[in-house]
């Protein structure tokens, strides 16, 4: 199973979960053209996709949503609420092409195993997802403002995740945004800071075998890629992981570009 982020942040989040030669599509919120360009760039087949896996109605996450389902003739995965959420910003879409899920749910899709997380976000019914071949299993773990034992119990033993780290929280506090945008970024329905996601990942290093994670939805203004990786590293050295190899594996998703490959094994 192989991980391409096309871009990750505020301005738009997309990603391609590979996997023998098939392909989902995780959150679809760049322009459809753009979403093509990306693909073309890290060698993915627009052909290969075969369904648009949807985290929450977020303009980042869906904003191409409509457009290439419609164009790929794929189905687009989401909970009821996140359509509720998203469905006047999609277009015309044939029923058959919505499959409404239950935010614990468990599905196939390309020989994969599907699982609904839910997480806590300022949206109506957000979730993530974790992806198991039976061999290797990754999540990509962003928007959302906490992370439960219900959370880490679900992504045990995942051997890869691109982990958000939003902010850092000094950066916030004494940055530009107005009161209320600080405090919800910063709420149990926002962001993951760096030094939350540290946490979770320390978390997941001590109860399991992860020895990959990438950074992602990285804020623009208050946070920077070496302040994300900073923060997580010195993180777990003070946990006594200083040899673990997922503090080698640690890198920074571009916003506006996609990322280097991440290889799930
Ligand atoms: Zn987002
Ligand atoms: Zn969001």
Redesign the pocket.
């Known amino acids: 199973m192989e991980i391409h982020s096309l871009a990750s942040g505020?301005s738009g989040?997309a990603y391609i979960i590979a996997h023998q030669g098939r392909a989902l599509l995780l959150d679809a919120g760049l322009s459809g053209k753009r979403t093509f360009a990306a693909m073309a760039a890290v060698g993915v087949n627009p052909g290969s996709v075969t369904a648009i896996l949807i985290t929450h109605e977020?303009n980042?996450?869906i904003a191409g949503a409509g457009i290439i389902s419609r164009r790929l003739g794929i189905p687009l995965y989401m909970t009821a609420g996140t359509w509720q959420g998203a469905k006047g910003a999609l277009g015309k879409l044939a029923e058959d092409k919505i499959h409404l899920i239950n935010a614990r749910d468990r599905f196939y899709l390309n020989d994969i195993e599907v699982t609904a997380m839910p997480v806590f976000h300022d949206s109506q019914e957000p979730v993530n997802y974790i992806f198991d071949t039976g061999r290797h299993k990754a999540v990509i773990l962003?928007?959302t403002g906490c992370v439960t034992e219900e959370m880490l119990a679900v992504m045990a033993n995942c051997d890869a995740m691109v982990l958000e780290t939003n902010h850092d929280s000094e950066m916030l506090q004494r940055g530009p945004y107005p009161w209320h945008l600080k405090k919800r970024v910063a709420s149990d329905r926002g962001h993951l800071s760096n030094l939350q996601a540290a946490r979770v990942l320390a978390r997941l290093v001590a109860r399991g075998k992860i020895t990959q994670a990438y950074l992602g939805?990285l804020s623009a203004v208050n946070n920077s890629r070496e302040a994300a990786i900073a923060a997580v590293s010195k993180y777990l050295v003070a946990q006594g992981m200083a040899s673990e190899p997922v503090l080698d594996s640690l890198t920074a998703l571009p916003r506006h570009s996609p990322g280097p490959v991440l290889q799930v094994k």
């Open positions: 505020s989040n977020h980042d996450h962003t928007d939805h």
